[in-house]
Nanobody
Framework: QVRLVESGGGLVQAGGSLRLSCAAS????????MGWYRQAPGNQRELVAI???????NYADSVEGRFTISRENAKNTVYLQMNSLKPEDTAIYYC???????????????WGQGTQVTVSS
């Protein structure tokens, strides 16, 4: 099995910064993509940022230039540095990884438990 542990959420004033972390552990051979999604009340879950195994990144238009996704392969960890936060960034943020597992064919998709980010105006 694969386990994801997220940390770093919290309450911050508009204009402030937060850094989210997500560490994956378990029977992992390799990790393909790692990403962050968010879901605000009444909204669907949406992609925030994603990073491939080769380091290529993609961001939602709403966070481009303010958020930075990175990964530390030796620790199976992905980070999301969030700067210039706005009230509309308030949501539960979920980590997602696509992995190749030991002894199990194919790729597999896992989600973290979510971490609350609240930005006050």
């Amino acid at each position: 099995q694969v386990r994801l542990v997220e940390s770093g959420g919290g309450l911050v004033q508009a204009g402030g910064s937060l850094r989210l972390s997500c560490a994956a552990s378990g029977s992992i051979i390799s990790i393909n993509s790692m990403g962050w999604y968010r879901q605000a009340p009444g909204n669907q879950r949406e992609l925030v940022a994603i990073i491939t195994s080769g380091g290529r990144t993609n961001y939602a238009d709403s966070v481009e230039g303010r958020f930075t996704i990175s990964r530390e392969n030796a620790k199976n960890t992905v980070y999301l540095q969030m700067n210039s936060l706005k009230p509309e960034d308030t949501a539960i943020y979920y980590c997602n990884v696509v992995v190749i597992r030991a002894w199990v064919p194919g790729t597999h998709d896992y989600w973290g438990q979510g971490t609350q980010v609240t930005v006050s105006s």
